[in-house]
Structures are given as C-alpha cells and as structure tokens.
C-alpha cells in the first residue's frame, strides 16, 4: 500500500495562518482529504478531493495540493481550533491510508 | 439526520474474536455508499481497518486482512466488524463509519460513529 507522512505538531498564534503538510509518494495520483479530531471526540471532515469544503465548515479552512505534498490552511486561527488533523487518501484497490496526525497548538 | 451507533463488548481476551456491530439510522444502508471501520488506540493515530460496499464486497487494510471479516446486513441496517486472535495490540477505540465517493479513489469519511473502547486483556 502507500504511506502519508505529516508533521508531529504544528504551533501557532491566534489570529495568524497555519498550515500542515500531507506528504506521499502516491499523492499526485489520488485525492487527499483532512479530518479535524478534538479531545474525545470522533474526526470530522474539514476538506476533501483536496481542497473542497464540506457545507458547514468555516471558510477559514482551505486545502491544496502540489505534486506529492497536500497541505491543509487555517487563516485567522482561533483558539478553537486547537485539535488534530489528519491527513486521508484511498486508491483504486480499495485500501485507505491516514496520515500520522498532527497536533495543532493555539498558543 | 444521520446516526451511527456501534455496540459490542467492551473487553475481550487476547487470542479471543473482537466483534461490533454497528447500527445505521437517517441513511439507506443500501444506496451508493460504503460502510467502514476505523480505530485508534489510546493516544495514537487512526487507522483504517476495512470497508463493505453495500452489495457485499470488501476492502481491507493489508496488516489486519487475515484476522478480519466485515459484513453488511441490510435488512436490519447494520454493519459488522470480526476481528479474530486478538492481542492488546488491539486495544483501541473502534469506529464505525459512512463513506461516500463517486468511485473506490474519492472515498472520504462523512459519518462517524461516536466510537466504542474496546480493550484486550485477560
């Protein structure tokens, strides 16, 4: 199967932009997709086919993709946005891969 | 709107069968979506266990496809997850979920279950 690499942690300021990275080599041929997780609770979609935001999530948050590396934006970051991400993508046999998670720190 | 609700023993023993259900309401269980598991130990990251299209056919996470089945049962608007010789390895927090996507490489996850503990020890 493949492999997604994201950063263990990412810190920010409220109010400034923040950006974590989905890396793998299988990326420009599949779509990504980014799940926000806070404490307790079960992941919710933020983006998908790399950069499409579902109804309801705010427009703060933005996703791209360039070769094998997806990145997934917050601009103007809130403290509520403190949470893990993670990075998803499937290919054409079936298997699901997530990235290894990245921790978001509002500091 | 749409719920999903797994259920099944908390604590199994190790070399024991780990068996959830999961119970689908506000959505056709048989229209063009995929239905899947996903768990994610104490403190750690998700993986993704395997997926039944609703006409039967599985998909399945390379690293576990020996040990687990995931079946669908349309009448009742469930889904299951067996997962067999278990160690505390599994231990994990095990989700259910809806998949949706045009085709197997635009798959993305727009249901959860709000996820179960289960724990491995004797």
């Known amino acids: 199967s493949f492999e997604l690499t994201q950063p263990p942690s990412v810190s920010v300021s409220p109010g400034q932009t923040a950006r974590i990275t989905c890396s793998g080599q299988?990326?420009?041929?599949?779509?990504a997709s980014w799940y926000q997780q806070k404490p307790g609770q079960a992941p919710v979609l933020v983006i998908y086919?790399?950069?499409e935001r579902p109804s309801g999530i705010p427009e703060r948050f933005s996703g791209s993709s360039s070769g094998t590396t997806v990145t997934f934006t917050i601009r103007g970051v809130q403290a509520e946005d403190e949470a893990d991400y993670y990075c998803?993508?499937?290919?054409?046999?079936?298997?699901?891969?997530f990235g290894g998670g990245t921790k978001l720190t509002v500091l | 709107q749409v719920q999903l609700q797994e259920s099944g023993p908390g604590l199994v023993k190790p070399s024991e069968t780990l068996y959830l259900t999961c119970a689908v309401s506000?959505?056709?269980?048989?229209?063009?979506?995929?239905w899947g598991w996903i768990r994610q130990p104490p403190g750690k990251g998700l993986e993704w266990i395997g997926t039944?299209?609703?006409?039967?056919?599985?998909y399945y996470n390379p690293s576990l496809k020996n040990r687990v089945t995931i079946s669908v049962d349309a009448s009742k608007k469930k889904f299951s997850l067996n997962l067999r010789s278990t160690t505390a390895a599994d231990t994990a927090v095990y989700y259910c979920a809806r998949e949706t996507g045009t085709n197997l490489l635009t798959r993305v996850i727009d249901q959860w279950g709000q996820g179960t503990l289960v724990t491995v020890s004797s």
């Open positions: 998803q993508s499937a290919d054409s046999t079936g298997t699901m891969v």
């Open positions: 039944v299209y609703h006409a039967g056919t599985t």
């Open positions: 086919k790399d950069s």
């Open positions: 506000g959505s056709s269980i048989t229209s063009d979506y995929y």
């Open positions: 299988a990326l420009p041929n599949q779509f």
